[in-house]
């Protein structure tokens, strides 16, 4: 049945090849949006709403039809898959959380007391760190912590 | 069937015991250990194989009996949940390597080609980073980019 | 292997076992403490940690010993069944959130944008409604709104 | 194979498309549906069957053909993923449904005896409060009491 | 840890022992209780609550302590296997429930409406119907209609 | 790739749209067919085969194509969801199961001996019985005992 | 808690460990019993009734006391693994059940009808056939053909 | 988008549909064939590679084009439902699997030592055999014996 | 929608049919591209990126694409199914990594200390190694050793 | 319940108590039973059955009980985790059987034709290979090849 709708994975194929055809990277796009690269990729493909502003930059910077830009605002469903992914360079972020994770889980609580790190006052980079034994992946991030309310 | 074998499981339940006893941090384990914090919890609760002289400063902090010592110097079976757990600390781990994972992934095609950062040659530490809209916990990890072999 | 520490589900069972004995019901046990009776319950079978004052007024009322109000104050693993629970009373919330859950998200996002309500930041009540077609259960939860943070 | 008959899904595609175009909110709907939000939303996007006279409301607002005012008064398959959802605002239900699940329960029983709170006989409504310190989202539900028959 | 909780399971063990040495059948106890064969099996081996009355019934006929005739007037969580079940006779169920649910929904519908069948306000026979073919088990199930709530 | 195949899916949408648009009910088309209700459904939507001249009764009645009525008497895969479904309406029927199936399977051993009741030698109705606390769905069956064979 | 219960695992612990006590094979106690060697081992280990006379046979060949003979006459609970087995010899069987499963069932249907085999009144045995190319293993089975009924 | 690949899938679909327009049977394409049936159906339907003499009177049998010829030759990827399968005449055989598999296991092991017996060096026949109480399925399997290798 | 867009599985699909079409094998297509078949086959189906020169020689041999060539020097996304596969030939690796796994991490450790074997930079062949008993596949694997960081 | 047996996990216990003990390796105790070392350890660790002259070597080794020597000889279920196991070391030989799965499976069948390499007349070996960017874990193994019967 034809309709109107553009879907989210719509616009994620049409800024993926616009992308390659222009020969962008995501710091590049980042840098014209004015935002972080994370942040940038994540909402150009469907893990998150952008601000009507950046949305139209990256309409511009990529050619996106107006229907695209105005689905990029859309509060997306955020659906991940649940089943641990096999590619190995996503595993292995499941692999710390698995093997750290009750390590990481202690601090969290030996310093703030019960309650989480935020993943949705959030934010993250990646970037590269230079070394002689061979050059390592740098990943930080932060969360606002979150005390359980006791009422 | 009574033996005198000494599960990695018993020695964690000995650390646990004697740490509440002994009213310890593992910041000041850690600190007693001569290594971060992360590190000293992972090895001390069965997620990795502690040097000689590392075993025997826990073992005498925590007055371990020496099968106990013995074990923390085994390399353990690193056996994490593949089913993701649960608890609302831990589990904004997975979150986040849902939502964010795509975008970690292409940035480390983008800066390094194809290959991953290691899991193995990889630290971490958590920090609480002080903020007037709230107090943040602080991740960093770093790992060895390893570009895949072509032969 | 006899070790010195009570677990949270050791504490769990004291707990259960002293309310039947001493015949209280979770209201009561809950106007004791001063709170409401959802987080006195959640709290005193191990879903989260009570403060010191309240830990102890848990112990005074059902017999604690001393152990069981120091683990009381302790952040537990709030680990739940991943898979959904068959229990036919606990089932029907799931299938609430199966049913209304989109309805839920598009209301949560006309009225506030792309983000979340916190489950940790949160409060609930249960109570019940007289009416002459038969009784009703009443839920009410209100949860801190996150927005996602752009950066 | 071509048929003549329209799904629930191509509706529902209809009627998100139609909301989109006419830039209607689900609250503006259900005011002219003369039913609440949640339940607006719900049998709009096909987890219900609408009584004629207000499927015929929907069709005149949003432009829907015969044929899709007729699907709506059919009983839909209400089938829902259960695996439980990755989309963070819809988690967090499954969160507190896990969490404080088996408080609720015990609520349950201590004011009305064996039985449940039905999914079917319910009602529900989310909305926004005004509070300094963020604002929050607020969930109420009702639902009969039912309770087991025995014989 | 010692305490004294007798659970719904240690029950359930003894009335099956109390049972076999008393060589009861449960159509025997079931007449006993005056109640039907499968709510006093089902009630006995922890699926119900027993009022009062025939909680103690069932105390003096299997010699119960009062620990357990207090047990089982609990609401006990009435977990069962969400993973279909491999025993041929309980399978079977299951096949029907598989193959003919989906004609069975659409005769309620046709006969009632958007709305369920209630498991909860419910009852259910088995009983042996000869047949020159091969004696046949009868299942007769009756439940309340339960409509859809608009609001 | 272009085939002159009808699969039984194709045959089952077919089936459904002449219902629709010729205003049938299923107790009507089995009136016709001359069986019942349940088993009419069940094969016309795809999980049985109908002997040649029921299905030539259901081709004329729903103007079906020579090839759907050729279809309809081939043997089906009769596949159905091997986890449990999520429709309230047709999750009722395995909660029943899951809830009240050790209760038949003492039943069935009490009245038989070893062995079960058969899901293929079976039949089943649904009917509206009136019932002034609110009119009740009933549900019969009858399965042939199958004895497990010892040799 | 203790009882005066024997499970049906306790009785099949006490069968193998006579067995290897007594060093007897399963085709000796097979023949002294009177049936088949792989109903008597299906029987002695779990997944059987035995009748009265065959289950005292047992007894005395291995020892077993009153109430294991006892145990030996009762319906037990089927229980397999519904994961697929992965010790190398019994997974074998399901490769064939799945590599050959389609071809199996094209046959009945071709032969019988729709139905099925019988997997209750059903018999099976193993023997060694020799072969210069090395020995193979033959499994035969029967079981009676089911025809799915109409009404 | 267009490729010139037909694959196994359009290569089964052929089949089927062809022996369905000429009215043929699987013992009868089989004889043709000069095979047994069920090696004759396996391959046929996707499961297993015919030597070329054997896929050319597939191919002239049931008018199949040369590239359907060519694909019946190549080794296929022998991917069955790891989950088992839902419909009733093939659950059977991994009934028989889970309830007879460890007494299948126990004579393989009695007979011939630590091994297993082969699914790939393996023949199966499916034949009819009357019976006044009910004709019945018999199915005949060999398969080689491999003896674990020690090294 | 249509994009210009061609995926990394549509490259796969125009690889195979080209091997198909000019009757390549892959040990042939690995001597032209200048690297061993097992590094050939993957990249050129999909698990892994060419380097420009490589890709090159394979769009050449096999008639490729511009956009294809492109996109065989993508990262690609290696996902591979997490549940085991059921093809018998990939599944014997499998059941020697079940079998055989916990015996190769013993001697990882006994030989190396607490780390692991890289699959990333590793490298693999397979080869026919002729015996009179039967021709035996033999499979060879290198991988760098990785040892846990200690910090 | 006590009985005399001895289980195969008891046996293991045993033989990695002793082993620490004695402060053995693998490799020393291969040397002594005069096979491979992977063999060895599978054996003693309960993956393998043991010829009765090894069973006995092993047995003076590791000072073993009669019984521990006799159920080396039997032939254990080989039951392994069909989830992925998530040790890292382990695991990364299952990323490699699904990143290089399909890669093994086009050689053999290039080079054999449809089958697969045995599992079972199976043997392997791990071994340390210098190299001065890093030394590196080197696996060997051979499988005889089985071609699939015709018949």
């Not at 992308?19 to 990277?25: I, V, Y």
């Not at 050059?135 to 309310?149: C, I, N, P, Q, S």
């Given at each position: 049945m034809a309709t109107d709708i553009m879907t989210r994975d719509d616009v994620t194929a049409l800024v993926i090849?616009?992308?390659?055809?222009?020969?962008?990277?995501w710091e590049g796009i980042a840098e014209e949006v004015g935002m972080s690269p994370i942040w940038t990729?994540?909402?150009?493909?469907g893990m998150g709403a952008a601000p009507k502003e950046k949305a139209e930059i990256l309409g511009r910077?990529?050619?996106l039809p107006e229907a695209a830009v105005?689905?990029?605002?859309?509060?997306?469903?955020k659906d991940?898959?649940?089943?641990?992914?096999?590619d190995p360079c996503i595993y292995r972020l499941y692999e710390i959380a698995g093997v750290f994770g009750p390590s990481f889980k202690a601090m969290v609580h030996?310093?703030?007391g019960d309650g989480i790190m935020s993943a949705i006052d959030f934010?993250?980079?990646?970037?590269?760190?230079?070394?002689?034994?061979?050059?390592?992946?740098?990943?930080?991030?932060?969360?606002?912590?979150?005390?359980?309310?006791a009422w």
């Open positions: 090849a616009a992308k390659k055809r222009k020969k962008l990277s990729h994540m909402v150009a493909t910077l990529l050619d105005a689905e990029l605002q859309e509060c997306p469903s991940w898959n649940r089943d641990i992914p096999t030996e310093k703030f934010d993250m980079s990646v970037s590269r760190v230079e070394d002689p034994k061979g050059d390592r992946v740098k990943v930080e991030m932060t969360g606002k912590f979150l005390a359980y309310k």
